[in-house]
């Protein structure tokens, strides 16, 4: 009886094993680049605001309009930016993780290339993504949870 219970727990595991090796291979063939206004989305649920109007930058306390910019991003730093940062590890490190509760990142063989694993956590949502590139698999976790 208990080898009958040992061999059907070790099938149960393979099993297991085969379906997440297919539940992976879904996720890296369905989360690819992401989108224009999806990059707008992601930095905008980070606090990123859009200004249309013309902001004269202060120097010393006194606003100067020759250093005036329109259509400009503000920071959460209040800082004024003319374009959202780019979206890559230093980006995401800098501006999105200090906004998580926990992160985990890791990168593990499947099928003779090295994917990333990236858990995310942010209040009761957890989100998980899996991809080749560890900016895209750290977008996708992170989208999941402030979607």
Partial sequence: MLAWLVRYDMVNIRYDMVNNQEEIQMDLENKS????????????????KFSPK????????EPQSKYSIANHWIYPDSS???TLPPM?????FKHAIPKLEAYSMDNRPHNGHYVYYVWVTLGLKTGKAINFD???ALFWAI?????
């Fill in 33 to 48: 680049q992401p989108s224009e206004s999806q990059i707008r989305e992601f930095w905008k649920r980070l606090d990123f």
């Fill in 54 to 61: 013309t902001q004269d930058i202060k120097f010393g306390g």
């Fill in 80 to 82: 004024y930016h003319k």
């Fill in 88 to 92: 890559n590890l230093t980006s995401l």
């Fill in 134 to 136: 560890p900016v895209l």
């Fill in 143 to 147: 989208w999941a949870v402030i979607e």
